[in-house]
Antibody, heavy 117, light 113 residues
Framework: QVQLQESGPRLVKPSETLSLTCTVS????????WSWIRQPPGKGLEWIGF???????NYNPSLKSRVTISLDTSKNQFSLILNSVTAADTAVYYC???????????WGQGTLVTVSS | QSALTQPASVSGSPGQSITISCTGT?????????VSWYQQHPGKAPRLIIS???YRPSGVSNRFSGSKSGNTASLTISGLQAEDEADYYC?????????????FGGGTKLTVL
């Protein structure tokens, strides 16, 4: 089964940019859909968006103006960029693979990103 | 407020069965077979336990089952075990362009008494 691992800064200042990378192992990124999901401390899951290996992407409308998800097929990685962060963006960020029926079947362990000065 | 509605908590005794509901609209749960359920233990990533309303991925216990009626999907756990104590989330595809593509429920905390 595919394995995923998030990496990136754990602390980001308000108004700056959050940047995370998900490294995929066990399968090629040139298949499936790949997604980012987040979970504020003590709260529920929020879908951020996904990208297909062709580069087509789809984002949560509430975040769309600030979010970009991209692929690096040479490194078997995909990335999340979230601009102009505030304290409300503090959350555990997960990367995951998606089935054709939008089930998130493999997840990274998650990484807590805190937005604070 | 989440787009899909789940009860905040449910409880049951070992060996019993419980059902968690997930209510949406005809634009999501009621209109498509793309309903999934996830189990999340504290401090852990969610785990897919049901997809396509009622499909159980390999390795998931047959004590977990899913169904749908109208705009409400349900997750049933039979023969409750202590290890089932966790948070459970539903998700669904949505055709609403204002909500995006994937909706989550607010989550249900299952307590095994």
């Amino acid at each position: 089964q595919v394995q995923l691992q998030e990496s990136g800064p754990r602390l980001v200042k308000p108004s700056e940019t959050l940047s995370l990378t998900c490294t995929v192992s066990g399968d090629s990124i040139n298949s499936y859909y790949w997604s980012w999901i987040r979970q504020p401390p003590g709260k529920g899951l929020e879908w951020i968006g996904f990208i297909y290996y062709t580069g087509n992407s789809n984002y949560n409308p509430s975040l769309k103006s600030r979010v970009t998800i991209s692929l690096d097929t040479s490194k078997n990685q995909f990335s999340l960029i979230l601009n102009s962060v505030t304290a409300a963006d503090t959350a555990v960020y997960y990367c995951a693979s998606i089935t054709n029926s939008l089930g998130l079947d493999s997840w990274g362990q998650g990484t807590l990103v805190t937005v604070s000065s | 407020q989440s787009a899909l509605t789940q009860p905040a908590s449910v409880s049951g005794s070992p060996g019993q069965s419980i059902t968690i509901s997930c209510t949406g609209t005809s634009s999501d749960v009621g209109g498509y077979k793309y309903v999934s359920w996830y189990q999340q233990h504290p401090g852990k990533a969610p785990r897919l336990i049901i997809s396509d309303v009622s499909y159980r991925p390999s390795g998931v216990s047959n004590r977990f089952s899913g169904s749908k009626s109208g705009n409400t999907a349900s997750l049933t756990i039979s023969g409750l075990q202590a290890e089932d104590e966790a948070d459970y989330y539903c998700s669904s595809y949505t055709s609403s362009s204002t909500l995006g593509l994937v909706l989550f429920g607010g989550g249900t905390k299952l307590t095994v008494l």
